[in-house]
């Protein structure tokens, strides 16, 4: 297993860090938030499959799977940084807060209610957004609501994106519906 921790299917946190630097592909992953050996390290020229647009910009994504076993992801902070710099450990900014877009239950087969972040201020739009790209269903408010039902009666089976836009800010968070 070259250093990777024996995961368990009981709610236990594990941090992880990967690096593309000079054409060499690291991962980390621990039961703390210090990294210290990867268990991982290849090189791989991963310009060929940046696709850009026209700017130079291009999009960063994250997916997780388990093998065979039925497990839930929940991604609870990531951070992209652009430099030249080594991250050695994870930073309080990076961990956790009550910041986060909390929702309550996933996965849901009636509805459940999204609590809005603390930093919540003014007006704010949610928007549900299928596997596909497409918005399901969408809702704006004032900060004073504090929350937000989704119908997930009203939606088909499926993983879903939330994502809640406040100002200058946006959180996302994934939400399972079942039947």
């Not at 236990?12 to 990294?35: C, H, M, N, Q």
């Not at 992209?80 to 080594?86: A, G, H, P, R, S």
């Not at 900014?93 to 603390?118: E, H, K, R, W, Y």
Request: aromatic residues 8%.
């Amino acid at each position: 297993t070259n250093g990777v921790p024996e995961f368990r299917a009981d709610e236990s946190v594990y941090y992880a860090k990967v690096r593309y630097l000079s054409g060499t592909l690291s991962v980390w992953i621990s039961e703390d938030p210090i990294f210290t050996t990867p268990v991982i390290e290849v090189p791989i020229d991963l310009a060929p499959a940046v696709r850009t647009g026209p700017d130079g910009r291009a999009w960063v994504g994250i997916t997780s799977a388990t093998g065979f076993s039925q497990e839930g992801h929940l991604l609870e902070s990531w951070k992209l940084n652009v430099c030249d710099e080594d991250i050695v450990s994870v930073n309080d900014d990076l961990l956790p807060s009550s910041s986060s877009l909390l929702i309550a239950p996933s996965p849901a087969d009636q509805q459940a209610v999204v609590t809005l972040p603390s930093e919540v201020v003014g007006g704010w739009s949610l928007r549900v957004v299928g596997m596909d790209g497409q918005t399901v269903f969408s809702s704006t408010g004032t900060v004073d609501a504090g929350t937000v039902t989704l119908p997930a009666a009203e939606l088909a089976q499926g993983q879903y994106a939330v994502v809640v836009t406040s100002a200058d800010r946006t959180w996302t968070t994934m939400w399972s519906v079942v039947r």
